[in-house]
């Protein structure tokens, strides 16, 4: 799958929500992403009992701004109490997806076992 990084101007902010209530518990503003795609949110606190998504707010380019369901969040342990040293969590990557597929695109997903598209694909499966 052909991947094409969104180098500047995504916007993502960080939420937590209390995992019983849940209220909200923690709320960034939204950041911009730098040149090489990267973004740091600084939080003070422990929200062990939350669970803490940063979210895909906006992307800069109109031919790829659709938040796909896989990509569209990344959940981040925001606790001291998790068994990870240090004080710093990284997210799993975001990504929007493209209006207009790539020729092949869908040929390369099904073989890849993501898609059960084969009546779809008519030419593309050849």
């Known amino acids: 799958m052909e991947q094409h990084p969104i180098k500047t101007s995504a916007t993502v ?32 606190g ?41 004080q710093f969590r990284f997210a799993n990557n975001l990504g929007f997806k493209k209006k207009e597929a790539l020729p092949g695109c869908k040929k390369v997903l099904t073989d890849m076992g993501y898609y059960e598209l084969k009546d779809e694909l008519g030419s593309e499966a050849a």
């Open 46 to 86: 422990d929200y062990e009992d939350s669970d803490c998504d940063v979210n895909l707010v906006k992307s800069p380019r109109a031919d790829c701004n659709d938040p796909t369901e896989a990509w569209r969040k990344a959940r981040v342990e925001l606790t001291a109490l998790d068994g990870v040293t240090g």
């Open 13 to 44: 902010k960080l939420e937590c929500k209390n995992r019983t209530t849940e209220k909200i518990t923690f709320q960034s503003p939204e950041i911009t992403t730098d040149k090489a795609g990267s973004y740091k949110i600084e939080v003070i």
